[in-house]
């Protein structure tokens, strides 16, 4: 329960029940010592517009936006940073009296867990390979594109989604046929799984390694479960390899800070709570 002098947050979604949250941020709240509220808050479609603006009256600092809100979102902010309005979506909602800013912390959260999980890598190393075309499949090309890669290769499952994205974000895109991914590998320095395939209860993501050089840095979103089929053939064969959860985990903080006060520190503490949390 909140007071009156506890600061109220959230996450937005519908459903909402999966999100994990509120489990990183009541984790936050208590390492910190700081009096809040994270609350689920399920918004139907059809009631998002009303349900979304009356946060500030009901004393919300700011939430987390969630599937299928996070465009929607966007257009009713006031005010987006310039990563949400080239995304045209919004994680992340700061509330000051009535106003309403968005933010999109996704290629924040990607960018983090590259910098910690592999040490010394750097996005203009080489051209990177994305697989998926998605919300997730967006945030980390931009990101790569902004942090300096020099080629991104986009491979979807539906080729046609895949050239949307590289009209919208433009940059050095590249996208190919998803027969072709295996192909695309010679010369990455990078390779990121941005599609469901090997989230626990889907099927396997099939795409031969033999071609990725062994300097690459293999990277996959789904961190369920957190050691994937891709990082277990990639790792025997010699590559370096992060897992997903670090992206869920670090695209949580300007949030908190934004609302809590305190830039908050992603740990094995977190790491074992949400990992602990998986059913």
């Given at each position: 329960?909140?007071?009156?002098?506890?600061?109220?947050?959230?996450?937005?979604?519908?459903?909402?029940?999966?999100?994990?949250?509120?489990?990183?941020?009541?984790?936050?709240?208590?390492?910190?010592?700081?009096?809040?509220?994270?609350?689920?808050?399920?918004?139907?479609?059809?009631?998002?517009?009303?349900?979304?603006?009356?946060?500030?009256?009901?004393?919300?600092?700011?939430?987390?936006?969630?599937?299928?809100?996070?465009?929607?979102?966007?257009?009713?902010?006031?005010?987006?940073?310039?990563?949400?309005?080239?995304?045209?979506?919004?994680?992340?909602?700061?509330?000051?009296?009535?106003?309403?800013?968005?933010?999109?912390?996704?290629?924040?959260?990607?960018?983090?867990?590259?910098?910690?999980?592999?040490?010394?890598?750097?996005?203009?190393?080489?051209?990177?390979?994305?697989?998926?075309?998605?919300?997730?499949?967006?945030?980390?090309?931009?990101?790569?594109?902004?942090?300096?890669?020099?080629?991104?290769?986009?491979?979807?499952?539906?080729?046609?989604?895949?050239?949307?994205?590289?009209?919208?974000?433009?940059?050095?895109?590249?996208?190919?046929?998803?027969?072709?991914?295996?192909?695309?590998?010679?010369?990455?320095?990078?390779?990121?799984?941005?599609?469901?395939?090997?989230?626990?209860?889907?099927?396997?993501?099939?795409?031969?390694?033999?071609?990725?050089?062994?300097?690459?840095?293999?990277?996959?979103?789904?961190?369920?479960?957190?050691?994937?089929?891709?990082?277990?053939r990639a790792r025997a064969r010699g590559n370096r390899t992060v897992d997903g959860l670090g992206m869920?985990?670090?695209?949580?903080?300007?949030?908190?800070?934004?609302?809590?006060?305190?830039?908050p520190e992603v740990d094995e503490g977190l790491r074992r709570a949400v990992m602990e949390d998986q059913?």
């Amino acid at each position: 329960m909140s007071d009156a002098t506890s600061i109220r947050a959230g996450v937005i979604g519908w459903p909402v029940s999966h999100s994990r949250s509120p489990l990183i941020h009541a984790y936050w709240l208590k390492k910190y010592g700081i009096a809040g509220n994270y609350e689920r808050i399920a918004i139907a479609p059809e009631n998002f517009a009303v349900e979304f603006r009356a946060l500030a009256a009901n004393g919300f600092a700011g939430v987390n936006v969630t599937v299928p809100h996070k465009q929607a979102a966007f257009k009713l902010c006031d005010e987006c940073d310039g990563v949400a309005a080239r995304l045209g979506a919004v994680n992340t909602v700061v509330i000051t009296g009535a106003r309403f800013y968005g933010s999109n912390t996704d290629g924040f959260g990607f960018s983090e867990n590259l910098r910690l999980g592999a040490p010394g890598w750097q996005a203009s190393s080489g051209p990177a390979v994305i697989l998926g075309a998605g919300g997730a499949a967006r945030a980390v090309i931009a990101a790569l594109c902004d942090a300096g890669a020099p080629l991104v290769r986009i491979f979807n499952r539906s080729r046609a989604r895949a050239e949307a994205i590289a009209r919208e974000l433009g940059g050095p895109l590249e996208v190919g046929d998803w027969e072709q991914r295996a192909a695309g590998l010679a010369d990455a320095a990078l390779l990121v799984n941005c599609t469901t395939l090997g989230m626990r209860g889907q099927p396997q993501l099939e795409i031969a390694l033999d071609s990725l050089p062994a300097a690459a840095l293999v990277n996959d979103i789904v961190y369920t479960p957190l050691e994937t089929g891709l990082l277990t053939r990639a790792r025997a064969r010699g590559n370096r390899t992060v897992d997903g959860l670090g992206m869920l985990l670090h695209q949580a903080r300007p949030g908190f800070s934004a609302w809590f006060g305190v830039m908050p520190e992603v740990d094995e503490g977190l790491r074992r709570a949400v990992m602990e949390d998986q059913v």
